[in-house]
């Protein structure tokens, strides 16, 4: 199977997305490097086989989560285009704050 192609996604109703990516960088940037390459490998984990991963939902939202030490990712997905669309990347305690 083909791995999903990963896309940065950005939305919300109080920013731009300039400022939503610059945001969405920093976050990825600041993690440890250990912590970095272990969300790239979970975001490929997640990538290989979208069909059948195990998607977290999240609350009251279309979005999802996946978990990497202390270090959570928000992401949603689409199978049609085969398609991981990364929403943010960080520590577990600021990251549902967005």
């Known amino acids: 199977m083909e791995?999903?192609?990963?896309?940065?996604?950005?939305k919300a109703p109080k920013r731009g997305n300039?400022?939503?990516?610059?945001e969405?960088?920093?976050?990825?940037l600041q993690t440890a490097i250990c912590s970095a390459r272990a969300d790239e490998a979970k975001?490929?984990?997640i990538g290989s086989r979208l069909g059948s991963y195990p998607h977290h939902r999240l609350k009251g939202?279309?979005?999802?989560?996946?978990?990497?030490?202390?270090?959570?990712i928000i992401y949603a997905?689409?199978?049609?285009t085969?398609?991981?669309?990364?929403l943010a990347?960080?520590?577990?305690r600021e990251i549902y704050r967005l």
Request: charged content about 35%.
């Open 3 to 10: 791995r999903a192609r990963v896309s940065v996604s950005l």
């Open 18 to 22: 300039a400022d939503l990516l610059r």
């Open 24 to 28: 969405f960088r920093r976050g990825f």
């Open 43 to 45: 975001i490929d984990e």
């Open 61 to 72: 939202s279309n979005r999802y989560r996946a978990r990497v030490g202390d270090y959570r």
């Open 77 to 80: 997905f689409d199978l049609e």
């Open 82 to 86: 085969n398609r991981i669309h990364l």
């Open 89 to 92: 990347v960080g520590h577990r």
